[in-house]
């Protein structure tokens, strides 16, 4: 890794489906390298029981039309069997996350019961207590019997109330969560008794779009994708936490919580993990700075690239050089990181620290938090540089073949090098916010020792990727199959499941 040196040192919504909307080209982000868990597998072949890949997850990208289809299909087949209207099928399957075999035991088992716990009908004491009337429950004035209308519950309303009712709530993004208006009466009322009421087409496709949606995200092998006006759907079988990538737009992004991938780290974790970073961003504003100081020569130095090895030449006050290899993380001498490695990405514990004062505890729990953001965040910086990297390979591969030195594929292992260095360092990144709220014991000394020896291959990596003209091919595939024969290993042992 080289290094720039400075002379002086530096001071410390809900999203609305529309199933019309035009497709948009999205400008690439120059920072990213979208695509680097494809396209590398014929460099970083496993053999045997290393070919098992724990992020496999099989998952299909629905249009529209094909959700609505998959939908409607589960719709009414229920419908039949339970001998109800469809738009009730429907609130029924919402109730229960369209687990139809779910549904179907407990009809068998109480029919009026699981009609009761999807809220389209109302409990045997409470419908006897509702007595006839020709008065509106809300404006009280008296109506026509045939302008007074009811769900199930009987509670009678006036047209024009519910009609107030039902266009209020839509215009406040609200679909299959539209209920009676009765005090502590929960029934929702189905989509046919809604659609009659709002008084324009512009109020009932918006309505349309707010079911679309609540059926889809009450669907437990459905995930809307949360790109940016995005109409794709991603289904799966089994839902887990595990990476998906919509077809249409590429946004990248975990299927059960629908945030950034995160592997090792569970939904829960990550959610707990960017709100603390978030709230303490403050805090942590010191270890924002890209610069350190050289352990060896003192002079502010500056990252330039994603590896944390430095290495390059001091210059002392008397013009005499020598050489600075040392870990940017630690600021320790690199060659003892061949066997001192796991020492540097493990925070030391103190163990005395609950017999200690308040403050004292308090500084201990910021000082712990520090070590796993700066790490957090150095790893993330350093995917940022390697993609610059990944664009300067990508560039020299273009000139080589320009100036008939081979064609792409001849070269296109210096790009799987790069991407698959991307891969790597992301998944070591969120180690760091697991470690951080794992407790202590022999769990957590394997997972340190997994992600000390992951982050070591890496380390390596990245150096031969940046210097990849320095090394055969055969080398450099063989440092990437351990890389992420490591992440792999990883992952298999602590991956959430």
């Given at each position: 890794m080289s290094v720039d040196m400075n002379s002086q040192g530096s001071d410390s919504n809900e999203e609305d489906y529309d199933p019309n909307c035009e497709e948009e080209e999205e400008d690439e982000d120059p920072g990213d390298i979208e695509d680097y868990y494809d396209g590398v597998a014929n460099d970083v072949e496993q053999q045997g029981a290393d070919a098992f890949d724990p992020e496999e997850y099989q998952f299909t990208c629905l249009t529209y039309k094909e959700s609505e289809s998959t939908l409607n299909e589960h719709m009414a087949s229920l419908a039949a069997t339970l001998k109800v209207s469809h738009a009730v099928a429907k609130l029924v399957l919402v109730s229960f996350h369209w687990q139809i075999s779910e549904i179907l035991e407990r009809h068998k088992s109480n029919a009026a019961q699981l009609l009761v716990e999807a809220r389209v009908q109302p409990t045997s004491s409470k419908h006897a207590m509702v007595h006839s009337s020709h008065h509106c429950a809300v404006c009280m004035q008296f109506v026509r019997k045939e302008n007074l209308l009811s769900l199930a519950c009987q509670h009678q309303f006036c047209r024009s109330c519910w009609e107030q009712h039902c266009t209020v709530l839509v215009k406040d993004g609200v679909g299959v969560g539209v209920s009676c208006m009765a005090q502590d009466c929960l029934l929702r009322t189905p989509e046919d008794f809604v659609f009659p009421l709002l008084p324009s087409e512009e109020l009932k496709d918006k309505y349309r779009r707010y079911l679309f949606r609540d059926y889809v995200e009450s669907h437990y092998q459905l995930q809307l994708c949360p790109g940016a006006d995005c109409p794709m759907v991603i289904q799966v079988q089994e839902p887990k936490a595990r990476r998906v990538q919509c077809n249409r737009c590429n946004e990248v992004f975990c299927f059960k919580c629908r945030q950034m991938y995160h592997a090792p780290t569970d939904c829960a974790t990550i959610r707990k993990w960017l709100t603390k970073c978030a709230d303490d961003s403050e805090t942590a504003n010191y270890i924002s700075a890209h610069t350190k100081d050289c352990p060896k020569c003192n002079i502010c130095i500056e990252k330039n690239g994603g590896c944390n090895h430095m290495c390059f030449l001091c210059i002392t006050v008397g013009f005499s050089l020598f050489s600075a290899d040392f870990c940017w993380m630690c600021l320790g001498d690199w060659k003892t990181h061949g066997s001192e490695y796991y020492e540097c990405s493990r925070y030391k514990e103190n163990p005395d620290i609950v017999n200690q004062s308040q403050q004292a505890q308090a500084r201990e729990a910021l000082k712990k938090y520090l070590f796993y953001f700066e790490r957090w965040e150095n790893h993330n910086k350093s995917l940022?540089?390697?993609?610059?990297?990944?664009?300067?390979?990508?560039?020299?591969?273009?000139?080589?073949?320009?100036?008939?030195?081979?064609?792409?594929?001849?070269?296109?292992?210096?790009?799987?090098?790069?991407?698959?260095?991307?891969?790597?360092?992301?998944?070591?990144?969120?180690?760091?916010?697991?470690?951080?709220?794992?407790?202590?014991?022999?769990?957590?000394?394997?997972?340190?020792?997994?992600?000390?020896?992951?982050?070591?291959?890496?380390?390596?990596?990245?150096?031969?990727?940046?210097?990849?003209?320095?090394?055969?091919?055969?080398?450099?595939?063989?440092?990437?199959?351990?890389?992420?024969?490591?992440?792999?290993?990883?992952?298999?042992?602590?991956?959430?499941?």
């Open positions: 940022q540089l390697e993609a610059q990297t990944y664009q300067r390979i990508q560039e020299k591969i273009q000139e080589r073949v320009m100036n008939n030195l081979g064609t792409w594929i001849d070269w296109q292992y210096l790009q799987n090098a790069a991407k698959l260095l991307a891969k790597c360092r992301y998944t070591l990144q969120y180690t760091y916010p697991y470690a951080y709220y794992m407790e202590s014991g022999p769990r957590k000394k394997l997972f340190e020792y997994q992600q000390a020896q992951l982050e070591a291959e890496i380390e390596n990596l990245s150096w031969k990727v940046e210097r990849a003209d320095s090394y055969d091919r055969g080398d450099l595939e063989n440092q990437m199959h351990i890389a992420e024969q490591r992440r792999r290993t990883l992952l298999k042992d602590f991956h959430d499941t």
